[in-house]
């Protein structure tokens, strides 16, 4: 995921090989990766609408599991999710920013300095149903 997002973002935003990175952008970066298509798709045939906030978590970790059919599916709805948390983190915790880890994965990085890989988190909801997103959320939150 790593090198396509940075092309992918480098793309959008008409940035040299030397210009900011992603993580430099905080705002464009939020941006790209709150796009979450499959998992917006899926919440939209669901009925239920991602507002980017507290709730949708609540609601998304409330909907019944019909993707676990799909191991492929899973697995990309996953990585959807963990953005879509990542997302809500971002806009809802100050002090919170992206940052790319070494192998090009996006983390949270809390105020209290402690990283979330988010994608993991999503991918485990995704394919086991646990740790529910909204969980996460508070835990992120209390910090």
Request: hydrophobic share 40%; glycine share 8%; charged share 25%.
């Given at each position: 995921?790593?090198?396509?997002?940075?092309?992918?973002?480098?793309?959008?935003?008409?940035?040299?090989?030397?210009?900011?990175?992603?993580?430099?952008?905080?705002?464009?970066?939020?941006?790209?990766?709150?796009?979450?298509?499959?998992?917006?798709?899926?919440?939209?045939?669901?009925?239920?609408?991602?507002?980017?906030?507290?709730?949708?978590?609540?609601?998304?970790?409330?909907?019944?599991?019909?993707?676990?059919?799909?191991?492929?599916?899973?697995?990309?709805l996953g990585n959807d999710a963990?953005?879509?948390?990542?997302?809500?983190?971002?806009?809802?915790?100050?002090?919170?920013?992206?940052?790319?880890?070494?192998?090009?994965?996006?983390?949270?990085?809390?105020?209290?300095?402690?990283?979330?890989?988010?994608?993991?988190?999503?991918?485990?909801?995704?394919?086991?149903?646990?740790?529910?997103?909204?969980?996460?959320?508070?835990?992120?939150?209390?910090?």
């Open positions: 995921m790593g090198i396509g997002f940075i092309e992918r973002w480098r793309d959008r935003h008409g940035q040299a090989a030397a210009g900011p990175s992603p993580e430099q952008d905080q705002d464009s970066m939020a941006e790209l990766l709150s796009e979450c298509e499959l998992l917006r798709e899926l919440a939209d045939d669901a009925g239920l609408r991602l507002t980017d906030d507290v709730p949708s978590l609540t609601a998304l970790d409330q909907l019944l599991p019909t993707w676990r059919d799909s191991p492929g599916t899973a697995e990309w963990g953005l879509y948390l990542g997302t809500v983190v971002f806009r809802t915790v100050p002090g919170t920013r992206w940052r790319l880890a070494r192998d090009g994965t996006p983390v949270i990085v809390l105020p209290d300095a402690r990283e979330l890989d988010v994608t993991a988190f999503g991918r485990s909801w995704a394919e086991q149903g646990f740790p529910q997103l909204s969980a996460v959320y508070l835990e992120a939150a209390d910090s």
